[in-house]
């Protein structure tokens, strides 16, 4: 069965650190990756995808992902946080064929002055 | 213009009661979803409707139904309300199939007391 894995269920870092939040899914084909951002009080919006191609995806924000298929991975990363990127991020799988996407529980970010 | 919307944002009810939410998309989606989140921001899918057509139905008590009376509109009913459906409950739409991006609804937060 398909799933999503987010190893963390928070992570602080200071603003202008760097950022790295991990994803690892488990499909057997070529998953379309998604990560989402959820502010607080807020619904979820998407940051970036990947469905095929190139597996350095950009997105919104600054964010990029990479895709890596031998670790089943799909990493994201920011260079340099800002305190407004405190939220709630998602990592997403769906699947072809399928109408359900499937999201992991999410990992808290804290960035702290 | 709100893509998504819902309403209400806030539903405060009393046990046994009956409630609706409503959801409307102005993107000219086939697809829409229920979501359930809770307190720790888990995200689970309860249905989803392709075409007014019911293409998910997860493990959902059936005090739940969902109503779709077009392509731009989900409704959420609730009948018998009880403590553990106090949750988060977001509306979310997508162009039709999986790996086509969600676009969520700001969320109604349902109490239940």
């Known amino acids: 069965a398909q799933s999503v894995t987010q190893p963390d269920i928070h992570i602080t870092v200071s603003e202008g650190a760097s950022l790295e939040l991990r994803c690892n899914y488990s499909y057997g084909a070529t998953p379309y990756l998604f990560w989402y951002v959820q502010s607080p009080g807020q619904g979820l919006q998407l940051l970036l995808k990947y469905f095929s191609g190139d597996t350095l995806v950009q997105g919104i924000k600054g964010f990029e992902a990479e895709f890596k298929r031998s670790q089943s991975s799909f990493n994201l990363r920011k260079p340099s946080v800002h305190w407004s990127d405190a939220a709630e991020y998602f990592c997403a799988v769906g699947y072809t064929g399928g109408f359900k996407t499937i999201f992991g529980a999410g990992t808290r970010l804290f960035v702290k002055a | 213009d709100t893509a998504v919307s819902q309403t209400p944002k806030y539903l405060v009810t009393q046990m046994g009661n009956d409630k609706s939410i409503k959801c409307e998309q102005n993107?000219?989606?086939?697809?829409m979803y229920w979501y359930k989140q809770d307190s720790k921001k888990f995200l689970k899918i309860m249905f989803s409707?392709?075409?007014?057509?019911?293409?998910i139905n997860e493990t959902v008590p059936n005090r739940f139904s969902p109503k779709s009376p077009d392509k731009a509109h989900l409704n959420l009913h609730i009948n018998s309300l009880e403590l553990g459906d106090s949750a988060v409950y977001f509306c979310?739409?997508?162009?039709?199939?999986?790996?086509?991006?969600?676009?969520f609804g700001p969320g109604t937060r349902l109490t239940v007391l």
């Open positions: 979310a739409s997508s162009p039709s199939t999986s790996y086509n991006e969600q676009f």
């Open positions: 993107l000219g989606h086939d697809t």
């Open positions: 409707y392709n075409n007014k057509e019911l293409i």
